[in-house]
């Protein structure tokens, strides 16, 4: 059997990819501001078995820019040695949710205890009625674990 090259979805069901998937880690999220220029945020992600979810608060200014450019990239990487690194393209969708996003609480659960994710969501429904579901579809795929799979300048 002949390795997942880079860029295969099937890369997603690797162990690795599946930690990085899991793990309490911050997705970046890269996209093209409405201004041109590239930015990089840090977001709490919820992996459906299928999708990338995001959530955001519906007057944040990446909204704007992934409504007019919905390409994007994500990035969920470890800082110990050696680093593992899923690296994620797709299109960006977006949808008003009323309340909080279900992915969002789900996610509040999984970085905080119980107890703590309750409160910071409770603290949230005082300030915003709605927020914006942010879903990506994987289109490429790519992994890195720096002991079975390298970046191709190190394997050429």
């Known amino acids: 059997m002949s390795p997942v090259e880079q860029g295969d979805l099937r890369l997603l069901q690797h162990p690795a990819a599946q930690e990085l998937l899991q793990s309490k880690i911050p997705a970046r999220l890269a996209y093209i501001a409405s201004d041109g220029t590239p930015r990089v945020v840090p977001i709490w992600f919820h992996w459906n078995g299928t999708e990338i979810v995001m959530a955001s608060p519906p007057k944040a200014p990446k909204l704007k820019s992934l409504a007019k450019n919905p390409k994007v990239s994500l990035t969920i990487d470890e800082n110990g040695f050696p680093p593992k690194v899923l690296m994620v393209r797709g299109t960006a969708r977006l949808e008003s949710v009323e309340g909080i996003v279900p992915e969002y609480a789900a996610c509040a659960a999984r970085y905080f205890d119980a107890q703590m994710a309750e409160a910071w969501l409770e603290q949230l429904r005082t300030k915003v009625a709605s927020m914006v579901r942010i879903t990506v579809t994987p289109e490429w795929v790519g992994l ?10 190190l394997t050429g």
């Open 144 to 153: 890195l674990d720096f002991k079975t799979r390298f970046p191709s300048a």
